[in-house]
């Protein structure tokens, strides 16, 4: 094997363990932020080409939410299909929504809205995750299930300096 074989192989096994931790990692600061909040949050990388929200993780300490939710985050990976989250992406800053009770979203992506009847989502709220030159490298949510009420300005603050904390990591985080 020579130097070039080796350092190739060496470059993919650390670019891989790299994301496996980062992504280890990410998980784990999100599912604290969960518990901190009593909210569910996912975390999302943008791709390189800018047109995909890649999941990276996301929690909810129920197993059949927190599987619902991993389902509607791989399924509205296109910018194009961000629906609620096109303010976050476009203008780089947090949005928040308050759903009622029998109140629905006009923005939201068809499989966002199965999503936020089916489990009586009552408030949701993005953040955008930028990057030290100000770039969007991804964003955050936190979304309030059964308890009807709006998120404030202390939720807000909560789920921006998350993102800021966030920020380094997720930029290291390779996405295809």
């Known amino acids: ?3 070039a074989t080796v350092r190739d192989w060496l470059s993919g096994r650390v670019r891989s363990t790299r994301d496996t931790g980062l992504r280890r990692v990410l998980q784990e600061l999100v599912e604290q932020l969960a518990l901190a909040s009593a909210e569910a949050v996912t975390l999302r990388r943008l ?3 800018g ?3 890649e999941p990276v993780a996301w929690y909810h300490p129920d197993a059949e939410v927190r599987e619902a939710i991993g389902q509607v985050v791989h399924r509205t990976t296109a910018v194009a299909d961000s629906g609620l989250w096109r303010p976050v992406l476009r203008e780089h800053r947090p949005v928040r929504y ?3 009770v029998g109140g629905r979203l006009a923005d939201a992506a068809p499989v966002q809205a199965s999503h936020l009847e ?3 989502v009552r408030a949701m709220m993005g953040a955008p995750v930028l990057a030290s030159d100000g770039g969007l490298v991804g964003c955050t949510a936190m979304l309030r299930y059964g308890f009807d009420a709006p998120f404030g300005d202390a939720d807000e603050a909560l789920l921006t300096q998350f993102a800021a904390w966030t920020a380094d990591l997720l930029e290291l985080l390779e996405v295809a």
């Open 118 to 120: 089916r489990f009586a």
């Open 98 to 100: 308050h759903i009622p």
């Open 51 to 53: 047109q995909r929200l």
């Open 1 to 3: 094997m020579g130097p």
């Open 47 to 49: 791709s390189a080409d």
